[in-house]
């Protein structure tokens, strides 16, 4: 389990080193919101599927 979050975290500093390395800075800003965006929603579809469980829909 810990090698697997190791290799997760390696592979997240190495794909931000890229983005820094080869993105200028009006394109990170654009990557950062675009991944905000996407962090926003996969938020909002997990709270869907909470609150449809919650409500008994286990047959998804």
């Not at 929603?41 to 286990?58: P, R």
Request: hydrophobic share 65%; charged share 15%.
């Amino acid at each position: 389990m810990i090698g697997r979050l190791f290799r997760l975290l390696l592979l997240f500093a190495v794909l931000y080193a890229i983005a820094r390395w080869l993105l200028d800075r009006r394109q990170r800003a654009s990557l950062r919101e675009f991944i905000s965006t996407l962090a926003i929603a996969l938020l909002v579809a997990s709270a869907i599927f909470v609150l449809l469980y919650s409500l008994g829909f286990h047959q998804l």
